[in-house]
């Protein structure tokens, strides 16, 4: 069974950093784009950024300029490098893998909480 286990959620400050980590599992991973994704209380998930398995990447306008989506194929990991966090940012973030011309076969990891807060 595939899995997507998320780390590097946690708690700063505005103005701040993280970077979060994917690691996939039993998956042939350069034939999935893969994607962050985030749910905030109260809201739907909504897309953060997605990278494609040549490296073609895509942001939301809310992040773009300050977050950064990379991808090693060698380790089968996915990264979010997060920077200039705001308090907005504080969401669930969940890794996703869509495999590429195969619509419909995804996989989403559990999710880690990322807390933007004085």
């Known amino acids: 069974q595939v899995q997507l286990v998320e780390s590097g959620g946690g708690l700063v400050q505005p103005g701040g950093s993280l970077r979060l980590s994917c690691a996939a599992s039993?998956?042939?991973?350069?034939?999935?784009?893969m994607g962050w994704y985030r749910q905030a209380p109260g809201k739907q998930r909504e897309l953060v950024a997605t990278?494609?398995?040549?490296?073609?990447?895509k942001y939301a306008d809310s992040v773009k300029g300050r977050f950064t989506i990379s991808r090693d194929n060698a380790k089968n990991m996915v990264y979010l490098q997060m920077n200039s966090l705001k308090s907005e940012d504080t969401a669930v973030y969940y890794c996703?893998?869509?495999?590429?011309?195969?619509?419909?076969?995804?996989?989403w990891g559990q999710g880690t909480q990322v807390t933007v807060s004085s």
């Open positions: 039993r998956i042939i991973f350069n034939l999935y784009a």
């Open positions: 990278i494609t398995s040549s490296g073609s990447t």
């Open positions: 996703n893998a869509d495999a590429e011309g195969v619509q419909g076969l995804g996989f």
